[in-house]
C-alpha cells in the first residue's frame, strides 16, 4: 500500500484556502488556482510593505516642501540648515508640526532662513 502524508498536506492546502477566503470564483475554491493567487498576492504584499514606507516618506516630503516655501525658504535649504544647527526631527514629524503646530514650524523656517 502506498504511504501518503496525507494530515500534512490536508493542513497545508486548508491553509492556502483560509489565506484565498475572500477571492473571487475558483480563485479560493479550487486549491491549484488558489496557490498561484496566494502566492502573487504574497509577492505584491512583500513588495508593496516596501513601497508603502517610501510613498510615506514622499508624502511628508511633500508637505515640508510645501509649508517651507509658504515661508519663504525652500525644502532643500530648510532640510540642509535645520542638519547645520543639529536639529535633529525627521521628516515625519516636521510633517506633523507643519499641518498641527505652524508656530513652531515658523520658528525651524526662521532657524532656516537665519
Not at 50 to 66: M, P, S, V
Request: proline share 2%; net charge positive; glycine share 6%.
Amino acid at each position: 500500500m502506498r504511504s501518503t502524508n496525507s494530515p500534512a498536506s490536508r493542513r497545508g492546502k486548508k491553509r492556502v484556502l483560509k489565506r484565498a477566503k475572500g477571492f473571487v470564483g475558483g480563485r479560493h475554491r479550487l486549491y491549484r488556482t488558489a496557490v498561484e493567487t496566494v502566492m502573487r498576492a504574497q509577492a505584491y504584499a512583500f513588495r508593496d510593505r516596501r513601497a508603502r514606507k517610501r510613498e510615506f516618506r514622499k508624502l511628508w516630503i511633500i508637505r515640508i516642501n510645501a509649508a517651507c516655501r509658504q515661508r519663504g525658504v525652500n525644502y532643500s535649504r530648510f532640510i540642509c540648515a535645520l542638519e547645520k544647527s543639529g536639529v535633529s526631527i525627521d521628516r515625519k514629524e516636521l510633517a506633523e508640526m507643519a499641518v498641527s503646530d505652524p508656530a513652531a514650524f515658523d520658528k525651524l523656517a526662521q532657524m532656516a532662513k537665519a
